[in-house]
């Protein structure tokens, strides 16, 4: 084993990472808005980390993070980025996409937005999610909910013949994944209006 493999290795059994893969576990498992973002944010204090388009932030998590639960979510993740249509995260470089409104549809938007490449920003406006409405999931939502990790946070996701989840569990599932692809979430923002910008400005970038 040469210089640079040993430094590597003890940098991944330092305190630090340890610590790390101990409050991923927690991530995976929170149940609320609050707890959710609160572990993700300490985790990425810790990992000296921030949110960013998905080549420069699921790398660096991937390859700080090895516990068994962590290595399971890579898999899964790692098949679905591995898809034509994203161009290895390519399609949508140096674009911008904001979502306003972190419900299933906009947090599922939010990811593929990401799979593509794009810098993706959600604003939610509620501090809590507590919409326990159940919803009937088709065999194809199953199914691509289960490829982005579904089971790995939430054991009971359609086992046997159940086909229905509550909105707001199926709110957590996707933000987990939203979050461990890079995607900067905002709770308690709402959007009010769009200033357009002045005429003399030449593109979106000034």
């Known amino acids: 084993m ?3 493999q040993m430094s590597r290795k003890q940098a991944a059994n330092s305190p630090e990472v340890a610590l790390a893969n101990e409050v991923f576990d927690q991530f995976c498992n929170a149940t609320t808005l609050k707890s959710i973002l609160g572990y993700y944010r300490h985790l990425c204090e810790l990992l000296k980390i921030r949110p960013n388009v998905i080549n420069q932030f699921y790398p660096k998590l991937k390859t ?4 068994w639960k962590a290595q399971a979510l890579w898999k ?7 898809h034509k249509c994203y161009n290895r995260g390519k399609a949508c470089q140096n674009t911008r996409v904001l979502i306003i409104g972190g419900g299933p549809c906009g947090l599922r938007s939010a990811i593929e937005a990401q799979l593509l490449g794009a810098k993706v920003v959600v604003i939610e406006k509620r501090d809590r999610m507590s919409r326990n409405n159940v919803l009937h999931l088709w065999p ?15 054991g009971k996701f359609c086992a046997g013949s159940i086909d229905h989840i509550s909105i707001r569990q199926l709110q957590c599932i996707l933000l987990k994944v939203a979050l461990i692809l890079g995607i900067e979430f905002y709770e308690n923002v709402s959007f009010d209006s769009l200033i357009q910008p002045p ?3 030449e593109d979106g970038s000034k």
């Open 64 to 67: 700080k993070l090895r516990s």
């Open 76 to 82: 899964k993740f790692d098949q679905r980025a591995s």
């Open 2 to 4: 040469d210089q640079h």
């Open 140 to 154: 194809f939502v199953i199914q691509d909910l289960r490829g982005l990790g579904a089971k790995k946070f939430f």
């Open 199 to 201: 005429s003399n400005q």
